[in-house]
């Protein structure tokens, strides 16, 4: 699995752990404890993902694209591939 592909998991379950709070009252604290790691793994990965972006010369520091995203999202790819 890719940097790519892990994001809209990471987001599908914070939404996922937000309607558990809500469904399951009792749970709210084990929800509470779960609810900062997943926010901080959402960070990190959108992180790294812009990073690697920038290394490949996707994305300048403004995060506007530089380049034909078709070539470099291959490019893109191979680079997160070493950091998996």
Do not use: W
Not at 58 to 83: H, Y
């Amino acid at each position: 699995m890719h940097l790519i592909e892990i994001l809209p998991k990471v987001k599908e379950f914070i939404k996922y752990q937000e309607n558990c709070v809500t469904e399951k009252p009792n749970d709210i604290m084990i929800h509470e404890c779960l609810k900062s790691n997943p926010i901080n793994l959402e960070h990190f990965v959108s992180s790294a993902i812009l990073h690697f972006s920038r290394i490949e010369g996707i994305i300048d520091e403004n995060n506007t694209s530089l380049s034909d995203l078709s070539i470099s999202a291959s490019k893109f790819l191979c680079i997160i591939r070493m950091f998996l």
